[in-house]
């Protein structure tokens, strides 16, 4: 059973910077080496929202433009982790950011496309 596990939230003031790892827990070890690594998050109130993902093998990422130009997406091959990368920080960021995972190459931004999910971690952008 796969099982992705979060990092890495917290408290920054606005402007600052903050980086979620997700780190990928699977006994078979066949999931981690084809698969796209998304984030999402969701604010109180508000729908769950696509904020980046990335497939692991080829490294191909996709960006929401809410948040382009500020976020990045990275994985480490060798930690089975992938790492969201927050710079500038907004009080709009602050939501539970969920790792997501599912197998392929096929980036997707539904949170319907993903079967596997984290617990979620808060991210907290005070003004």
């Known amino acids: 059973q796969v099982q992705l596990e979060e990092s890495g939230g917290g408290l920054v003031q606005a402007g600052g910077s903050l980086t979620l790892s997700c780190t990928v827990s699977d006994p078979s070890n066949r999931h981690w080496p084809m698969s796209v690594m998304a984030w999402f998050r969701q604010a109180p109130g508000k729908e769950r929202e696509f904020v980046a993902c990335?497939?692991?093998?080829?490294?191909?990422?996709q960006i929401a433009d809410s948040v382009k130009g500020r976020f990045t997406i990275s994985r480490d091959w060798a930690k089975d982790t992938a790492s969201l990368h927050m710079n500038d920080l907004k009080p709009e960021d602050t939501a539970v950011y969920f790792c997501?995972?599912?197998?392929?190459?096929?980036?997707?931004?539904?949170?319907?496309?993903?079967?596997?999910w984290g617990q979620g971690t808060q991210v907290t952008v005070s003004s």
């Open positions: 990335i497939q692991t093998r080829y490294r191909s990422t």
């Open positions: 997501a995972s599912r197998s392929g190459t096929y980036l997707r931004t539904t949170p319907g496309d993903y079967p596997y």
